[in-house]
């Protein structure tokens, strides 16, 4: 198969990327550019030069309506966390014309192609303590999903015993837990919103007055204009701090590990 250039790979996420904006749009569903996204909107008018993704936030209100409403259309397929062969607590939306290789079983995932990440704004609990409670306790889950996608060849004999077990129990069950957990709080009521993020970087940091989601705003992005939340500026600096402030050289590099190819 042929290698999917790191060129060919912007255009097709892009691509993907004003498919859902204009589907968004005629359906009156309100998303936001996000993360690494929004960043390199607001510094760079596109793509952060380093990096290779593009993440989208929806309301879990309009993310609920996204997934019944879009259809797998062309060469565009939309995968939700209760798909079968999923592994992603978020939906995805993929290029079927390529394939993604990652290190990673497909025994138990469905291999993807280039696809754009869409995460849900879920309401959240008012008191910090239980913030950070509920959100460890996704961590934890959000650590078996992962496992239970990993080679089993690059486990010792311990935790191979363990990755059978989360196995035998079934990536639908944490992603069923992890769901119900992220959806405790409705987000319409909640004072306080944000992805119920699990890793390390964003653990706490993902959490905002729900004001900074109630307006939009257009900003550029590679010759085009997205939507991003009116306060983009306060909920970036609550995840990244400085954002505009470019990281060291050695830390300009992409954090994924992948290969991307063209199907036959």
Known sequence: MKQVTDREARTIMLDILLDVSRFCDENNLTYFLAYGSLIGAVRHKG???WDD?????????????????????????????????????????????TLKIEAVDYSVCKPLGVNIDIFPIDGQPDNMETFRRETDERMR????????????????????IATLVYRLIGVRHYLK????????????????????????WKLYSDRHPKSLFEGRVKVPFEGYEFWAPAGYDTFLRNIYGDYMQLPPVEKQVTHHDHTLYWKD
């Open 47 to 49: 793509f952060i030069p």
């Open 53 to 97: 993704d593009i993440d989208l936030l929806m309301p879990r209100p309009d993310y609920d309506r996204f997934m019944e409403l879009y259809r797998a259309k062309g060469h565009y397929s939309l995968q939700s966390p209760m798909d079968k062969g999923a592994v992603h607590e978020w939906i995805k939306i993929s290029d079927d014309r």
């Open 141 to 160: 889950l959000h650590h078996r999903i992962e496992i239970i996608t990993r080679p089993l060849k690059g486990f010792p004999l311990k935790g191979k």
């Open 177 to 200: 837990k992890y769901n119900q957990s992220a959806t405790k709080y409705p987000y319409e009521t909640a004072s306080y919103v944000g992805y119920t993020n699990p890793y390390p």
